[in-house]
């Protein structure tokens, strides 16, 4: 198995390959405590999850009261927040366990994660997705890099330039072009460092980070499945107009094109390294 389709497996060749990563630990009651008394914001995430999907967020309201917050979906597979405020610290560990019954998941392994004070855009969550690809001579390289605005695509969440959403960074004098050159980076590090785990090269996989408000990078996931954004807003017109932000299907359409050319580059380049082995 791919150490990626494992959060803590992931998570440990970053640590290990020192790759900015979240402090990630096993979801059970004493790490739970540990992890609380350590950060104002955690995450509860499923081991194997999916799109977004059965993620817990816990946040401190003040000294006393903490919040919880996650997403289900009503009987029209709409979207949900679930946000209750106001939880005795006393009574989290119990509230996820509940929270962990409406998602369905109490038989799914989960860890807990640090949260980070992740950059928002008009008060939504932000996230980068990063294709690292190996293509034309087996040369890795970066593809495509589109920042999500409000989530995974799935729940809600729509492509953007990275350049209008992290225009407001330029306010407090934070560079754009370094953020994404940090973003870049990470990714790749983070490629090398899984293929290095496995021993083998690695033609095609998603990067997820996030930063936060001091425009600090951090890998958070690879995937293996990279879904394509364009066909996703063909089928979702709404979403172009969500958050005032300029159209994506031209960018998203690109990115998807190239990410095709590469592997196409990736293939042939594969088919010429077998037949000279075999002579």
Not at 248 to 271: F, M, P, R
Request: charged fraction near 25%; hydrophobic fraction near 35%; charge should be positive.
């Amino acid at each position: 198995m791919m150490p990626i389709n494992n959060k803590i497996d992931f998570s440990k060749i970053m640590i290990d390959n020192k790759i900015t990563h979240p402090e990630t630990k096993k979801y059970k009651k004493s790490n739970f405590k540990k992890m609380l008394a350590k950060y104002d914001i955690l995450f509860i995430k499923p081991t194997f999850g999916s799109k977004g999907y059965g993620i817990i967020i816990i946040e401190k309201v003040n000294k006393d009261f903490f919040s919880i917050k996650y997403k289900i979906q009503d009987r029209q597979k709409k979207w949900l927040c679930v946000n209750n405020k106001n939880i005795f610290k006393k009574e989290l560990y119990a509230a996820v366990e509940e929270a962990k019954k409406q998602l369905k998941n109490t038989n799914s392994n989960y860890f807990i994660q640090q949260g980070i004070d992740i950059y928002k855009y008009k008060n939504q969550q932000t996230d980068f997705r990063v294709n690292v690809q190996r293509g034309l001579n087996g040369v890795i390289m970066v593809t495509s890099l589109v920042m999500r605005v409000g989530g995974n695509l799935s729940q809600g969440g729509r492509p953007a330039d990275y350049k209008i959403v992290l225009q407001p960074l330029e306010e407090y004098s934070l560079s754009i072009e370094n953020i994404k050159n940090e973003v870049i980076n990470l990714s790749i590090n983070a490629h090398l460092a899984l293929e290095k785990f496995t021993g083998k090269e690695i033609g095609d996989l998603g990067m997820d980070l996030v930063i936060d408000n001091d425009g600090k990078a951090y890998i958070i996931e690879a995937n293996t499945k990279n879904g394509y954004p364009s066909m996703y807003i063909e089928k979702n017109t709404f979403l172009e107009n969500l958050y005032g932000l300029p159209p994506a299907l031209s960018l998203c359409k690109q990115s998807d094109e190239n990410h095709e050319n590469n592997l196409i580059e990736y293939a042939k380049y594969l088919v010429k390294k077998t037949s000279i082995s075999q002579i």
